[in-house]
């Protein structure tokens, strides 16, 4: 069966900076797709590129058996984009914005009208239909956006961070939108700067990092790759945690760096049988662990382990990513 | 509940149905936010009365004759001002993401500016209807009657939609909506104000004279003059059109090849 996306060193630049350097991609048909990475990225320019909106410098890329250079149209006709900033026009009303999309998408009045209806209902927005979009919420105009998406069903959709900024409520609803949308057979790629929404809808995922996939797979795939599982901590103050590291460094003979927040740790465990005794030491040491957990190491560990720096750490430094761009 | 239509997907909108489409929206943005109509209104709709009652006297032995003179020249004032509207309508539905929307899909690429264009012969014509209903409250009374009146505003709509290309380039090429209003002051101040809408040029000074005789606003205003009272000059609404045409000509197909162009 044709891919449903497959790029070949596909390459964006704007000016100087290489936005997209070359991206190989291959999305499957009939699931959710997560592209993983910090702030710049590339994310954005990708689906742009994709979605058409933006042509591409250099490599190919074809989106549903179709060059997106070539033949845009065609593209256009099978996928639907939701872009990073929602796209609703704030003078209309819910309601209106959404039979304003189904006309463009070739309803008749009176079917946009009625699918309008539906979607609303479905998006749990009908008492809020008449309303102007500037008077929603985020997670409102969120849902209204992806609605918008969805009044013709695409045989690829294209989420870009469906939840940044949404409250955790609003997140699990989006999150219950995305997963009925790819059982319904659609193909989804999404974006995401969040570990754990990648974890959480994605089959498979790639980690982009300055506009290269650094790795790709299954998210098990990716743990695994990680190796050993994690500890992570959480300590009561926060100013114990030079101490705690060296502890724990001593005790599980392994590295320790530290979590995004200045109270947490995280340390390799190769050796599971030191951990009651790694616990035990820093209970003697007079640190107090306000939270423990133990398993799997997160993606955010992949990160760290693909990159040397926590996805935080990229977040905090988008300016040093585009001048090494650069 | 499945979100997924149910119903099989119709082809795409016609370029016809996608411009009235946004047509439809530019029109709903007037209704849900008329202050954007009355703000650039209100201006003319002062000067009006400022002008007729405070120097109509003076410039034209009257306030009763002097609004027949002035009320054509503020209809052609007031339109040529919210041309600039369309820059501001575009810049924002750029910088709002809503013309990525539009882009990715699959309807007629430049639709959305016809659509813009179609919604802004409706503002143009609610205006120019407000202007002149307060014309005739302070006693307009256009000799050549409702024919001459819609000749008139029809080929005020025309030049302004000359013009209104010029704000759809602004519009691409500045950061915000803000910024578009501010350069239009530039131009259209001097525009307007450099012509005979509110005075004969004849008590003028030479070099002052010269410049308001080649404005087209100036043979704009006598144009609609001309066709509201029914002593309408062939050549001034020949030089309108024109300009109307050259005006097109040189700034239409620089702006939907900016538009086609990536951002
Ligand atoms: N239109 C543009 N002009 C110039 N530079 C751009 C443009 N769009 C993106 N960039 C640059 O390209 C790089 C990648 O941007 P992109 O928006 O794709 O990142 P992203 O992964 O979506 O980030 P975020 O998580 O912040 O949305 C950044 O360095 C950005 O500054
Ligand atoms: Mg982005």
New binding site residues.
Partial sequence: MIPAIETTALVKRFGETRAVDGIDLRVERGAVYGLLGP???G???T?RLLATLLRPDGGTARVLGHDVAREPAAVRAKVCLTG?FASVDEDLTGHENLVLVARLFGHAWKGARARADELLAAFDLADAAGKQARTYSGGMRRRLDIAASLVVTPELLFL??PTTGLDPRSRNQVWDIVRAIAADGTTVLL?TQYLEEADRLAGRLAVIDHGRVIAEGTSQELKRSVGSNALHLRLDDASHRAEARHVLRRVLGAEVHDGADAASLTARVHDPARLAEAVAALGAGGIAVAELAYGQPSLDDVFFALTGRGSEDAVAAPAASTEKVA | MSLLATTPRPPAASPWAATLTLGWRAMLKIKHVPFQLFDVTAFPLMMTLMFTYLFGGALAGSPREYVQYLIPGIVVQTIVFITVYTGVGLNGDITKGLFDRFRSVPIWQPAPIFGALLGDVFRYTTAATMVILLGLVMGFRPAAGVVGVVAAVALIILFALSLSWMWIIVGMKVQSPESVMTSSFLLLFPLTMGSNIFVDPRTMPGWLRAVVAVNPVTHLADASRGLMHGNVAARDVVWVLVASAVVTAVFAPIALRMYHRER
Avoid: P
Wanted: aromatic residues 0%; glycine residues 10%; proline residues 0%.
């Fill in positions: 702030n710049g990225a994310k954005t320019t689906i990073q870009d961070e974006t």
